[in-house]
């Protein structure tokens, strides 16, 4: 069974920068696509960021290219998202999710998930 656990969510100015956790239990990164996904209120959910299963990207949305950074540490099993100049139109929950059955990631399907983060913008 695999558990994904975010952290790091939190208040921030418009500008400002915050960096996520994502703690992986139960599969090595390297046996899994894993990404990021947010959602807004009254919002669909969103692929923010993505490393494929195969190593490739990781992979982002126009929205966040420049301002977020996805990596991994393969020692701790942890996947971050660093995301700088926050803006009005980044608050929402982030959430991870993985599955080893995915090459790269997607909004529909992937069977892991974790609880999310709440991200909050606000000057």
């Known amino acids: 069974q695999v558990q994904l656990v975010e952290s790091g969510g939190g208040l921030v100015q418009p500008g400002g920068s915050l960096k996520l956790s994502c703690e992986v239990s139960?599969?090595?990164?390297?046996?899994?696509?894993i990404g990021w996904f947010r959602q807004a209120p009254g919002k669909e959910r969103e692929g923010v960021s993505c490393?494929?299963?195969?190593?490739?990207?990781?992979y982002y949305a126009e929205s966040v290219k420049g301002r977020f950074t996805m990596f991994r540490d393969n020692v701790k099993n942890t996947v971050y998202l660093q995301m700088t100049n926050l803006t009005p139109e980044d608050p929402a929950v982030y959430y991870c999710?993985?599955?080893?059955?995915?090459?790269?990631?997607?909004?529909?399907?992937?069977?892991?998930w974790g609880k999310g983060t709440l991200v909050t913008v606000s000057s």
């Open positions: 999710a993985a599955d080893p059955d995915f090459i790269d990631c997607g909004v529909v399907g992937m069977d892991y």
């Open positions: 139960g599969s090595s990164l390297d046996t899994v696509a």
């Open positions: 490393l494929s299963r195969n190593n490739g990207g990781p």
